[in-house]
């Protein structure tokens, strides 16, 4: 399997799929996204099925030309009896989709994941939470989990380093940390670190004035990448997207669910921006003032870098209409991985 470059982690949602679909044919060959099925705490089997029917089919659907994985890290042992029910050893046949499991996981999750890498015989991805300081032990969990993979079978790590602010100075020293450990576990077809660097809204968030926030993840991936380890040149790289990393760990709101206002997204060199929009389509003017907070910054790329810089554009000239938290979480997401994609082939 040759997979790209960039693997962000992103949750399976539509607007998520959305903005997968909507990049440039030449950006989307080097992503290979690791789609995240939410918590849903609660919910009675019948609906969770269909849910997880519906978005995995969804996923599977926008992944049809290119490579990805679907993971359900946050099943119980009850919810994992559910989704065994919908994703069968046959449901991953000719998807281009791999299953994931980790250490720490439910039983069943894990014994889900492992019977759909055997039937499928093209791998299984082992996704190792690093929130804080590593733990050897956690490498013995690994070890467990590659002995109950059929030899010759390939699997793919994800070092998953969850949230990467400025608070955490030395997660590049940890990352490394991990990784020493767990690459002489096996053969890994391939290795990637992840971690999520965009910043909730600040408290004082207000409208008309952008936040910024340093690349606390980017700058952690070039410290990785500039320590003298012999296994560098296999590392792929993985963020969140545009949100934070804490927002794949939350159930999906209700449709009545969350605040009366957004936040439009964007990703500089060194920053991520935020502006807060107004939701409903008497605040046009606040809202397209929003997008104008984005488009006067000195780093914007101006309309021809992505859909997402085009609709930014479009949005400030009153041409796109207001949009709801969908559009702009799925504008957001295609500037960031264009930009990001673009970023790793220099």
Known sequence: MSVPPYVPVLPTRPHAAAAYRALAPDVQRQVAPLWTLPPRPGMLPQPLAERVAKEAGDIAAAQRLGPGWLDAPFADDVEAAVLADVLTPE??????????????????????????????????????????????RTAMDVAVLLDRLPSGQPADL?????????????????????????IPLTSWRTVTVAAGGFPEPPDDFREGVTYEAPRSDWETWHEIRHSERQYLSRLRYGDYGIHPATYVTQPPPSRSGGPPWGVLRYTTARSYHLSKVPHGRQYDDANREAAKCLTRLSDFRGAAASA????????????????NHSTWNRQGNVQHMTFVTRSLGH
């Open 91 to 136: 449901w991953w046949d000719h998807r281009n989709l791999r299953p994931v499991t980790g250490p720490g996981r439910s039983g069943a999750q894990q014994s889900l994941a492992l019977a759909a890498a055997r039937h499928r015989e093209d791998g299984l991805g082992i996704r190792v939470r690093l929130p804080g300081d590593w733990n050897d």
């Open 158 to 182: 994800f070092l998953d380093l969850a949230t990467v602010l400025p608070d955490r100075p030395d997660a590049a020293k940890e990352a490394l940390r991990a990784l020493d450990t767990l």
């Open 308 to 323: 997402g810089e085009e609709w930014l554009c479009d949005r400030v000239r009153g041409v796109e209409t207001i949009g």
